[in-house]
């Protein structure tokens, strides 16, 4: 895995060409946005050998998440800068809220898992933390906070689900389909707003807050790497964090 890098913004810009912003957020989250996009249940989705408990565990707690995940992205139109800013996050909460949208009914029916399960599930104590993060960093943060926690949330499944577009699909329809969620073009779309929309804020911050930024994300990291190790293995993997990095 790559050593994280521990300098500033401004270090990152004097050794990397052409440098962004978010480069150096993902550079100082080493090793965890590396563990996080490049782990073991991702590739099993995409070759198919995720066991069915696991990948139940995993749809579940995706499951709980949603309410929040729209919860977050209204934080986020609220203070959204520009009127552009708000049109795409309000089209992304649009589509995360429609009707239309049954892909995790579909696949409970699927994998046999009866809607009194999944409508009365609780989050677990990995989904816990990830959503208090986003929550509070959107809700009572700074924009470009709750930004930095969606930017790595997105981010991530993006980097995964691009790299696993490229293989053949798996045969379960609802592994093949999650794929091309996190591959299709309007998604990368989104993703690289997102980058480019924290790019043009946080490189304007002043050094402290960029710092901030680096720690939110690399916390956001750790704990993207704790949900699918909990899925994965069926054990709460809560991370052991440094305070001097996060």
């Known amino acids: 895995m790559p050593e994280a890098f521990s300098g500033s913004f401004q270090d990152f810009q004097a050794v990397t060409p052409n440098a962004r912003f978010s480069d150096w ?86 994998l046999g898992v009866s809607a009194a399960t999944y409508e009365t599930a609780a989050q677990g104590p990995v989904t816990r933390a990830f959503a208090d993060l986003l929550l509070t960093s959107s809700g009572k943060g700074t924009y470009a906070e709750g930004l930095a926690c969606l930017l790595c949330a997105e981010w991530c499944y993006l980097t995964w689900g691009l790299r696993e577009a490229k293989k053949p699909r798996p045969e379960k329809f609802y592994l093949a389909e999650w ?28 050094p402290n807050d960029q710092e901030n930024l680096a720690k939110i994300f690399s916390k956001m990291s750790a704990l993207e790497v704790a949900f699918f190790e909990t899925a994965w293995t069926g054990e709460a993997c809560l991370p052991e964090l440094n305070p001097e990095k996060v």
């Open 25 to 110: 957020l993902a550079a100082r989250a080493e090793p965890h946005w590396s563990e996080a996009t490049d782990h073991a249940f991702t590739h099993a989705i995409g070759d198919g050998s995720v066991p069915d408990e696991a990948y139940v565990r995993y749809l579940i707690e995706d499951y709980t998440f949603i309410t929040d995940l729209a919860s977050i992205l209204g934080y986020l139109v609220a203070k959204a800068p520009s009127m552009k800013s708000k049109s795409r996050l309000s089209g992304f909460l649009a589509l995360l809220t429609s009707e239309e949208n049954d892909y995790f009914l579909r696949s409970f029916d699927a």
């Open 179 to 206: 794929i091309d969620l996190h591959a299709v073009e309007g998604f990368e779309s989104f993703v690289n707003w997102i980058r480019e929309e924290m790019d043009a804020v946080g490189a304007a911050l002043p």
